[in-house]
């Protein structure tokens, strides 16, 4: 940052944070949502991560998504024995299907890296400095998690 910037009154930090204050109550992002979010996204990455048998194992398709729905049924029953009751299968399931299938099975077979929790940890962290693309994606997914929750 410019010390000419700041002396002149204006500091881009500051008015990043107050655009972003008001996009996040615009769209009625909470806090401890955002934290409820990203537990639940790192906890399915971990398990689909720590269960995952491999490409020779999980050959098909409908072996991959197999694995993928029995992560996603045991991740929303641990959060139920946390009294947080998410829906087991909608629209949220099914964008997270196409999400890891792409994300994460597709890179395994090709042997990519995968970096899947820094996407998620930048992406759920309300401090740091996200781009309009980045803000836009995690409202969606911010929505279908809130849509996904039983109230």
């Known amino acids: ?81 946390e009294k947080i009751y998410f829906k087991n299968r909608s629209n949220c399931h099914e964008y997270f299907w196409n999400f890891f299938l792409e994300a994460f099975y597709f890179n395994k077979i090709e042997n990519k890296k995968i970096k899947i929790d820094e996407y998620f940890d930048k992406l759920f962290d309300m401090d740091f400095i996200k781009n309009k693309s980045e803000l836009d994606v995690v409202t969606e997914i911010y929505r279908l998690l809130d849509q996904n929750l039983k109230k």
């Open 1 to 81: 940052m410019n010390k000419k910037e700041i002396i002149d009154g204006f500091n881009p930090l500051d008015n990043y944070r107050y655009q972003i204050e008001i996009w996040y109550r615009a769209y009625n992002i909470s806090r401890e949502k955002m934290e409820l979010f990203h537990d639940f996204l790192i906890s399915l990455y971990e398990i689909i991560e720590n269960t995952y048998l491999g490409s020779d194992v999980l050959s098909t398709t409908e072996d991959i998504k197999g694995h993928f729905n029995w992560c996603w049924d045991k991740i929303v029953e641990n959060f139920n024995k």
